[in-house]
C-alpha cells in the first residue's frame, strides 16, 4: 500500500519560514514521477503551488514565486517545500501528492494533509 505523509506545519509569524516534508513509502513503489505540493483555503478548492519532475524541473504559482522552493531526494522517496516570507494569506492546509508507479499501475496519491497558519 502506498502512503504519503507530510511533516512540518505550524504556526509562523509574518516574514517568517517553514519547511513542510513529505515521505513516501510502501515496498510496491517502482518508480515516482511528479511530485507536488498543493493547499486548500477555507470553503476554496485545492490550489497548485509547486510541482518537481523526476529530473528535477520546477514550476510555481505565481503567488509563491519568489519564496517557495520545492525539492525532492529521489533515493529516499521524498519532496520538501521551503516557505519563506510568509504572509497570512499563505494560510492554508498543505497536501503533497505524488504520481506514483506501483503495483504495474501509475497513479496519484495524496498525503492527510499539514495546516500552516501565519499570524502575529
Known amino acids: 500500500q502506498v502512503q504519503l505523509v507530510e511533516f512540518g506545519g505550524g504556526l509562523v509569524q509574518p516574514g517568517g519560514s517553514l519547511r513542510l516534508s513529505c515521505a513516501a513509502s510502501g515496498r510496491s513503489i517502482f518508480s515516482i514521477y511528479a511530485m507536488r505540493w498543493s493547499r486548500q483555503f477555507p470553503g476554496r478548492q485545492r490550489e497548485l503551488v509547486a510541482t518537481?519532475?523526476?529530473?528535477?524541473?520546477?514550476n510555481y504559482a505565481d503567488a509563491v514565486k519568489g519564496r517557495f522552493t520545492i525539492s525532492r531526494d529521489n533515493a529516499k522517496n521524498t519532496v520538501t517545500l521551503q516557505m519563506n516570507s510568509l504572509k497570512p494569506e499563505d494560510t492554508a492546509v498543505y497536501f503533497c501528492n505524488a504520481d506514483i508507479f506501483a503495483n504495474s499501475v501509475v497513479a496519484t496519491h495524496w498525503g492527510q494533509g499539514t495546516q500552516v497558519t501565519v499570524s502575529a
Open positions: 518537481i519532475t523526476e529530473g528535477g524541473s520546477t
